[in-house]
């Protein structure tokens, strides 16, 4: 697996675009941080770039190098969460400033980014060594069904990416990632259950 680790960190320093297993369903990734690579995910995908991407962190400190503030609520959720959860933060930092930043283009038109600390193994251990974030959007075209095992994943995609993940090719998806928000008041709104 290290093998493949390498390969994809290097994919990932020149802006590439991977298609690979997730804690979820298959992803299109890239570094995060990266305008011109999550620009590449876009594309493939024929996304309007006004919406955001679901980035993968490895562990709730990298979490916190990238948004100002993580609730009280939500910090005593994250060992309760049963299935894999992403959470959209109002408050993400984008390259504009200095230090740890998302891409411009990964945070939504309204400043919103979603967030999951991954819980794969190869993601986190990916993730981990890379040292930032990484981009995981469904690997299919915009509005079309996203596809729950590799064997689905649509031809232009698999032809569009810089490198295909060799793992997990059988495995079979039984859903995405639950979304929710944490609002306001500090409630918890469910997005995608």
């Given amino acids: ?13 020149k802006e590439g675009t991977i298609l690979y297993p997730t804690d979820t369903v ?3 990734g890239c570094d995060a941080t990266n305008e011109k690579a999550v620009e590449k995910v876009f594309n493939i995908k024929r996304r ?27 910090l005593e959720m994250f060992e309760m969460f049963e299935k894999p959860t992403t959470v959209i933060y109002k408050n993400a930092k984008s390259v ?9 283009n990964v945070i939504a038109s309204d400043n919103t980014v979603g967030i999951r600390i ?15 974030p990484v981009v ?16 689905e994943i649509d031809i232009s995609i698999l032809g569009a990416v810089d490198y295909v993940v060799n793992l ?9 990632s639950s979304i929710i928000r944490i609002d ?8 995608r259950a």
């Fill in 1 to 13: 697996m290290q093998d493949i680790i390498n390969k994809v960190i290097e994919i990932l320093k």
């Fill in 26 to 28: 298959w992803g299109l």
């Fill in 48 to 74: 309007n770039e006004s919406k955001s991407l679901i980035i993968l962190v490895d562990s709730l400190e990298m979490l916190q190098q990238y948004v100002d503030e993580i609730p009280d609520t939500l």
């Fill in 96 to 104: 504009s400033g200095c230090g740890n930043r998302l891409a411009s």
């Fill in 118 to 132: 991954v819980q794969d193994p190869f993601c986190k251990e990916l993730i981990k060594q890379f040292g930032k």
């Fill in 136 to 151: 995981s959007t469904s690997a299919n075209i915009s509005n079309m069904p996203t596809p729950k095992s590799f064997k």
């Fill in 168 to 176: 997990h090719h059988d495995k079979i998806a039984d859903s995405s």
């Fill in 184 to 191: 306001e008041k500090g409630e918890i709104e469910i997005i």
